[in-house]
């Protein structure tokens, strides 16, 4: 008698365990911990190298690349941040979901990530949906300035 008893409590304990390996089946697979791709880390390299150059050492910046639907139509990349507790996220549109060759995917990507954070550097100041073409303007052109001043000087130590 006493087994009978237990073979309800095995069938339970069975079901649940069952029932909680289907759910950890059905896990994400953004919750198994992978390593970063090589993209992955010389973005990172780069978002730390611009933190520094632009003195935002004291930011915590989070760097995800993002397909076309995590982003507004026709962007490259977006930042959201919160002042008070410096921090912020940085969205940049994924390689393969670019229009150009892998030769120009990167040099893209590192332009945004220095275009994002020149946002930053302007968080402070007030914005007005009036004011934001002109922001836009200007941050692309200081990026692309920043940028070739950097890639100048790179040319300049290699041929030392």
């Known amino acids: 008698m006493s087994r009978l008893r237990f073979v309800p409590q095995l069938f339970l304990f069975c079901f649940a365990l069952s029932a909680a390996y289907c759910l950890a089946a059905d896990a994400p697979a953004e919750s198994v911990a992978r390593p970063p791709s090589a993209v992955e880390t010389y973005l990172g390299d780069k978002l730390a190298f611009w933190k520094n150059r632009l003195k935002l050492d004291d930011w915590s910046v989070k760097l995800v690349i993002s397909g076309p639907s995590d982003l507004r139509p026709?962007?490259?990349?977006?930042?959201?941040?919160?002042?008070?507790?410096?921090?912020?996220?940085?969205?940049?549109?994924?390689?393969?979901?670019?229009?150009?060759?892998?030769?120009?995917?990167?040099?893209?990507?590192?332009?945004?990530?220095?275009?994002?954070?020149?946002?930053?550097?302007?968080?402070?100041?007030?914005?007005?949906?009036?004011?934001?073409?002109?922001?836009?303007?200007?941050?692309?052109?200081?990026?692309?300035?920043?940028?070739?001043?950097?890639?100048?000087?790179?040319?300049?130590?290699?041929?030392?």
């Open 74 to 160: 026709g962007t490259l990349g977006d930042i959201n941040w919160d002042a008070d507790k410096k921090t912020a996220t940085i969205k940049v549109l994924d390689a393969s979901a670019r229009g150009t060759g892998s030769d120009d995917a990167l040099p893209e990507m590192e332009f945004t990530i220095v275009h994002e954070l020149i946002h930053l550097e302007l968080a402070y100041l007030p914005r007005t949906d009036d004011s934001r073409s002109a922001e836009e303007f200007a941050v692309n052109h200081l990026a692309e300035a920043l940028l070739q001043m950097e890639r100048r000087d790179l040319v300049i130590q290699s041929n030392r």
